[in-house]
């Protein structure tokens, strides 16, 4: 499994982690398939996907307490746990309750990597860092970034905040090249934020052109479609996180960590 430097730190996560969106319900909690998600998270991470991807939005916290019963059967040190704080919560107080509540439901004391979920309407990206700033001087984080930010938001964010921005989560697939095109990949790896690409396999809806492409390299690597779209991510340098359940998505994504697509195959796949 290749490994992605996060931020300038010493930390190297696996390019390929595990994404938890729709584990326990999406904008509410769903209860139905919870030893599912408990037994791919546990799985994720024996295959070496140790980073994993959650949020205190999804399932309305349902989805931390999922993580949270998989974290009882796993090493809590092997993982990297990186989680969200919705925009409503980034007031100081609330900011605290919000983490506070994360943790429970993770049954942790920290967690690796705390992200603005979103910029926020009401707070300017000051207050915004100031207290992200907060929390990880308070040791609820071991690092801070954010999400969804655009290159001038994430600029500020780096002005304001005292502490690195290691990373943004934006969505980044090879059909979806918004944050390349905007230039922010490019003032991430100029910056030392690592870029960590969601929806990579864009929720499975490629158009036919990017389908058959990623076909055509698929056949010369002995490979699937489907890790040579991940391949695809990991070459641009980004970190990603596609969320698996099944035991047969889950053991094919964690062997794209290790594909390698050479510049031909890149030029190829990125053809009109
Ligand atoms: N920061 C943000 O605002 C934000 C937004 C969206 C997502 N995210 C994060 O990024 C993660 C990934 O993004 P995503 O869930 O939107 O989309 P995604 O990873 O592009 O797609 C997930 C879908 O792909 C399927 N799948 C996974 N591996 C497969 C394979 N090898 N072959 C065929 N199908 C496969 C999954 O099916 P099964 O589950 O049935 O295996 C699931 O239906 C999320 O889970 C979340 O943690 C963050």
């Known amino acids: 499994m290749k490994k992605i430097q996060l931020g300038n730190t010493s930390e190297f ?17 769903d209860y139905s398939k919870d030893q599912e998600a408990i037994e791919a998270l546990v799985k994720a991470v024996d295959l070496g996907m140790t980073h994993i991807d959650t949020a205190e939005y999804y399932g309305a916290g349902h989805t931390e307490e999922i993580v949270g019963k998989a ?15 919705w925009p409503d919560h980034l007031r100081l107080k ?18 690796d990597l705390y992200l603005v979920h979103w910029p926020s309407s009401e707070l300017t990206i000051e207050e915004t860092m100031e207290t992200m700033n907060e929390l990880l001087k308070r040791g609820y984080t071991r690092y801070i970034g954010v ?45 030392h934020v ?10 499975m809806d ?27 991510v990991v070459k641009k340098g980004a970190l990603t996180i596609p969320k ?20 031909e195959d890149m030029e190829y796949l990125e053809s009109k």
């Open 13 to 29: 996560l696996p390019a390929i982690g595990i994404g938890t969106w729709g584990m326990g319900g999406k904008f509410e909690a």
């Open 206 to 232: 490629f158009d036919s052109p990017t389908r058959r492409k990623l076909e055509e390299v698929a056949r010369h690597k002995n490979a699937t479609w489907t890790q040579i779209a991940l391949a695809w």
């Open 147 to 191: 999400s969804n930010f655009s290159v001038n938001q994430l600029k500020e964010a780096i002005r304001f905040s005292k502490a690195p921005v290691v990373c943004n989560q934006v969505r980044f697939n090879i059909q979806d090249r918004a944050a390349e095109e905007s230039g922010l990949l490019d003032f991430c790896v100029e910056n």
């Open 244 to 263: 698996a359940t099944s035991r047969e998505h889950l053991e094919e994504n964690a062997k794209a960590g290790d594909l390698e697509l050479s510049n």
């Open 94 to 111: 609330d900011a605290i309750n919000s983490i506070e509540a994360t943790l429970k439901r993770l049954g942790t004391d920290h967690v």
């Open 71 to 85: 974290l009882k059967k796993i090493e809590v040190k092997k993982v990297f746990i990186t989680s969200k704080i």
């Open 194 to 203: 690592t870029l960590t690409a969601y929806s990579p396999l864009n929720r």
